[in-house]
């Protein structure tokens, strides 16, 4: 099992659509969730962090389930310029250093 | 506040030669870490640098070293090049103390042919 699955893609979407990504991960004492954001060729870029309670920003919003170890995001009112790979990352301490590991990501393509 | 920077951003190689890497770390940040991220896939740990040394390894081969500098830039230099080497190589910067808060440069897309 891969340590961070995500919804295979990509998604396609309309202008206005509101759409969700998944994401499951394997190592339980994992301490920080985000979401970053990729554009083609460019770097990831953090989009949010996601915590237990659940966080907003703006159109965005990131849910943490720690029993079953589940990350989603869901976008509102898509446009055309969230197009992008949305990486789901998980943040996890070893021997006194911090590890990143990040999911294959999952591609939202948005349409006029 | 200046971010990271890395050079070259496209480099083209022969397998079996040689390759470096460079990164200038954020301002105030004294940890590196470098990843390598292949068509299609997300970014993969290779190592980190603290205080100009490792204190981390991925799951990849010797041949993939490092080196980090007292103004906490550093190198990632790889040897014996081999095809499925040809990525995009991402450096992030992060303190220490907060076990989070990377910033990533642009990357070095190398291609080995």
């Known amino acids: 099992r891969k340590e961070v699955e995500q919804d295979p893609g990509p998604f396609n979407v309309p202008e206005g659509a509101t759409v969700a990504f998944n994401c499951t991960y394997s190592?339980?004492?994992?301490?920080?969730f985000f979401w970053y954001r990729q554009d083609c060729r460019k770097e990831p870029k953090l989009l949010m962090s996601v915590y237990s309670s659940g966080n907003e920003d703006g159109r965005f919003t990131a849910q943490l389930n720690r029993a079953s170890q589940y990350i989603s995001l869901l976008i509102r009112d898509s446009k055309l310029s969230d197009s992008a790979t949305y990486l789901c990352v998980v943040m996890s301490m070893n021997s006194g250093y911090s590890t990143l590991t990040f999911g294959k990501g999952t591609m939202l393509l948005v349409s006029p | 506040e200046t971010g990271v920077t890395q050079s070259p951003t496209h480099l083209i190689k022969t397998r079996g030669q040689q390759v470096t890497l460079r990164c200038s770390s954020q301002s105030g940040h004294n940890t590196v870490s470098w990843y390598q991220q292949a068509l299609g896939q997300g970014p993969q740990f290779i190592f980190q640098?603290?205080?100009?040394?490792?204190?981390g390894r991925g799951n990849f081969p010797p041949r993939f070293s490092g080196l980090q500098f007292p103004n906490y830039s550093s190198e990632l230099n790889v040897n014996a090049l081999e095809l499925d080497d040809s990525a995009l190589y991402l450096c992030a910067s992060s303190l220490i103390e907060e076990g989070d808060g990377y910033t990533f440069g642009s990357g070095t897309r190398l291609t080995v042919v």
């Open positions: 640098y603290y205080r100009e040394e490792e204190n």
């Open positions: 190592n339980s004492a994992s301490q920080s």
